[in-house]
Structures are given as structure tokens and as C-alpha cells.
Antibody, heavy 117, light 109 residues
Framework: QVQLQESGPGLVKPSETLSLTCTVSGGSISTSYWSWIRQPPGKGLEWIGYIYYSGSANYNPSLKSRVTISVDTSKNQFSLKVSSVTAADTAVYYC???????????WGQGTLVTVSS | NFMLTQPHSVSESPGKTVTISCTRSSGSIASNYVHWFQQRPGSSPTTVIYEDYQRPSGVPDRFSGSIDSSSNSASLTISGLKTEDEADYYCQSYDSINVFGGGTKLTVL
């Protein structure tokens, strides 16, 4: 059973870069699509983007200019960076796996990131 | 790109049947798979329907999915409602990017 665990700072200052890592256990990262999704408090889900294990990425156009997703197969991890954050980036951030581009079949528990000075 | 529109909330009594719609704004709903997630408060979303009508193992057959090309919408139907079904439900589809519906709060009262 694949398990995913997000980690990273829970507080980021405005204009700085948000950085999160998702560690995959119970399976190899060298297959499948690996996504980031976020959910502002009390609001709905927003897909941020995915990376294929080979390194090719696909981003939500609304965030593309500020987002980078990378993969480290040696550590079975993938990461998210969001630059120039504002309060609007405050959200629970989830990582997820999809066996196809259109699937999100395993999710992490999520981590709350607050943007505040 | 397209949007997926869901009703903000629905409510029904235990034992009844409820249907949640998900309407695609442009392009055909039948062109790309639709998936449905259940999210209980404080928890991560879990899949209840994938690829239009498939149920993951462990999801009861009270949950079913369908596509209606005439209304360009997908539907999640939950029959024999239980209080444990009370949750937020999201539809999702992929057409070059993944798109989520705004979510529907289901109240079972």
C-alpha cells in the first residue's frame, strides 16, 4: 500500500518561497504521476501540477509562473516550490499519486502552510 | 480550459437517495473521465468513483457514477443514505490539466 507524507515549514513570510517535500513509502516513485493539490481553509480543491517520474512536469496555468515541481528518485521523494507567496497561498497542501495523468488514487494527509509575517 | 460546476449543497434523509451533479462548461463531458472524491472534515479526499462509474474496492455499491451527454454533466448517486455519508464531494476531470469542481456539501438529516 503506497503511503505519502508531506513535510516542510508550516509558516512562510510573504514574498518568500514555499517549499514542501512528499516522501513516498510502500512503493517506488519510479512509476506513476505525482501531484500537488491545495485547499485554502474552508474552500475547495485546486490542482497545482504533477511530475512524471522521468521528470516531465505539467502545471496549472493559473500558478505556472510561480510553481516548480521536482522529483528525486534516489530518495523516493518529490517536491513543490511556490515563489513570491501571498496570503492567498495559505492552504492545506496535499501530495498525491496517480497511476495515470487523470487519476489521484493515493493522497497524503496534508500539511497546513500559513503565509504571514 | 473548462470548469466543473457543482451545487453548493444538498441534503436528504437517511435511507433516501441523493444525486450530485457536475456540469462541464466547455468541451464534452464524455471526452475525459470524471472522478468523484469524498472528503470528511479534517481528512484527505478519498476516491468513491473513478473513470466515470468505477468503484474502488471497499466503496459500497450504494455509490454510483454516470455521464449524461445531453446535459454535459456527470452525476454521483448515493442510495440508502447513511449519516456517515455526510461529507463534501468533489468531481474532477482531466483535459491537459486536472480540474476540480467547487465541491458539494452533503447533509444527511
Amino acid at each position: 500500500q503506497v503511503q505519502l507524507q508531506e513535510s516542510g515549514p508550516g509558516l512562510v513570510k510573504p514574498s518568500e518561497t514555499l517549499s514542501l517535500t512528499c516522501t513516498v513509502s510502500g512503493g517506488s516513485i519510479s512509476t506513476s504521476y505525482w501531484s500537488w493539490i491545495r485547499q485554502p481553509p474552508g474552500k475547495g480543491l485546486e490542482w497545482i501540477g504533477y511530475i512524471y517520474y522521468s521528470g516531465s512536469a505539467n502545471y496549472n496555468p493559473s500558478l505556472k509562473s510561480r510553481v516548480t515541481i521536482s522529483v528525486d528518485t534516489s530518495k523516493n521523494q518529490f517536491s513543490l516550490k511556490v515563489s513570491s507567496v501571498t496570503a492567498a497561498d495559505t492552504a492545506v497542501y496535499y501530495c498525491a499519486r496517480g497511476s495515470r495523468e487523470w487519476l489521484l488514487d493515493y493522497w497524503g494527509q496534508g500539511t497546513l502552510v500559513t503565509v504571514s509575517s | 480550459n473548462f470548469m466543473l460546476t457543482q451545487p453548493h449543497s444538498v441534503s436528504e434523509s437517511p435511507g433516501k437517495t441523493v444525486t450530485i451533479s457536475c456540469t462541464r462548461s466547455s468541451g464534452s463531458i464524455a471526452s475525459n473521465y470524471v472522478h468523484w472524491f469524498q472528503q470528511r472534515p479534517g481528512s484527505s479526499p478519498t476516491t468513491v468513483i473513478y473513470e466515470d462509474y468505477q468503484r474502488p474496492s471497499g466503496v459500497p455499491d450504494r455509490f454510483s457514477g454516470s455521464i449524461d451527454s445531453s446535459s454535459n454533466s456527470a452525476s454521483l448517486t448515493i442510495s440508502g443514505l447513511k449519516t456517515e455519508d455526510e461529507a463534501d464531494y468533489y468531481c474532477q476531470s482531466y483535459d491537459s490539466i486536472n480540474v476540480f469542481g467547487g465541491g458539494t456539501k452533503l447533509t444527511v438529516l
